[in-house]
């Protein structure tokens, strides 16, 4: 019920069918919902989202972000920010909203702007997790958002027996959420699970 209670704007369902259809895991329809509403809740117009997929995330972000927002995209797979720019421009989004990044996401990042984005959405390598968290921190203004993908991780991440590399760093990454006390966070039960939080 919670992941069918908001159906997506059709842009979103018709990318997340075709990624289906093509094999590729993609955000689930109430994780999709959650990335709009956040967008929204916080009125943002300048986010970054690290890792591209085939657009899903983006178009979701787009649903919910101010008609001149401006989107990021980080990725180091151009066959993946290929997909994303055909998504966004299939949907009729200009291309003059959106920024696709070749690159690794912590190189890039470094080059961003102090405390310019309403929402930093951390995906892609799960490995560096930690590390993307840490330049969040530095992107975001106060009262931004730090968005966290698949924070559940096939239910590995809850498991303490679980000692997969992916599923560690994940935990190690909420842990340094949790302890800043300049983010107010939660964790959102939906699809893979997301991590939200507030700074301060």
């Known amino acids: 019920m919670a992941e069918s209670f908001v159906y997506m704007p059709e842009s979103v369902r018709l990318a997340r069918e075709i990624a289906l259809d093509q094999g590729v895991d993609v955000p689930s329809n109430g994780a999709c919902a959650v990335l709009t509403f956040l967008a929204k809740a916080v009125k943002a117009r300048t986010v970054v989202a690290i890792g591209a997929g085939p657009g899903v995330t983006g178009l979701a972000l787009f649903s919910g972000m101010t008609s001149d ?3 990021t995209v980080i990725d180091r797979d151009s066959e993946w920010l290929g997909e994303a720019r055909t998504a966004f421009t299939e ?5 003059g909203r959106f920024r696709l990044i070749a690159g690794v996401a912590r190189n890039v990042m470094l080059k961003l702007s102090d405390a310019a984005y309403d929402l930093v959405l951390i995906g892609g390598d ?13 992107l975001l203004r106060p009262g931004g958002l730090v968005v966290m993908s698949d924070v559940l991780w096939h239910n590995l991440v809850a498991d303490p027996r679980c000692d ?21 966070s939660l964790i959102i039960p939906l699809g893979e699970g997301l991590l939200a939080a507030v700074k301060s």
């Open 126 to 138: 799960k490995l560096e997790y930690v590390e993307y968290v840490a330049q969040a921190v530095r």
């Open 164 to 184: 997969d590399d992916e599923a560690y760093i994940i935990r190690e990454a909420l842990q340094v959420v949790q302890a800043d006390d300049g983010f107010t």
């Open 69 to 71: 927002g401006v989107l």
């Open 91 to 95: 949907a009729g989004i200009m291309p």
